[in-house]
């Protein structure tokens, strides 16, 4: 089964930038859309940002947009989130996700795969 491994998350203050990165392996990565999520303590799950399988096609939170870019590059089989002008709401746990079937979802159930996370905390 596919495997997704989150990491480049840290400290950063306001206005500061990130960028997030997700291996995968055990599956064939180009052929799945990708997709990121957070979630801030006491709230659900949201959707940040998702990715077609060609990577042709983005889509983005109302929150996010303008400020973040997700990316990929199926020959590493890897993802990006790239994060600017960094606010305190954007402080989360953000995990990274693969759908084999669709094309880029805002939707949990759309996604059977899940990294394990990586934590940013804007201060302010």
């Known amino acids: 089964q596919v495997q997704l491994v989150g990491s480049g998350g840290g400290l950063v203050q306001a206005g500061g930038s990130l960028r997030l990165s997700c291996a995968a392996s055990g599956g064939t990565f180009s052929n799945y859309a990708m997709g990121w999520f957070r979630q801030a303590p006491g709230k659900e799950r949201e959707f940040v940002a998702a990715?077609?399988?060609?990577?042709?096609?983005?889509y983005y939170a109302d929150s996010v947009k303008g400020r973040v870019t997700i990316s990929r590059d199926n020959a590493k089989n890897a993802a990006y989130l790239q994060m600017n002008s960094l606010k305190p709401e954007d402080t989360a746990v953000y995990y990274c996700?693969?759908?084999?079937?669709?094309?880029?979802?805002?939707?949990?159930?759309?996604?059977?795969?899940w990294g394990q996370g990586t934590q940013v905390t804007v201060s302010s």
């Open positions: 990715i077609s399988w060609r990577g042709v096609s983005t």
């Open positions: 996700a693969a759908d084999p079937y669709g094309s880029g979802s805002s939707k949990r159930i759309a996604y059977d795969y």
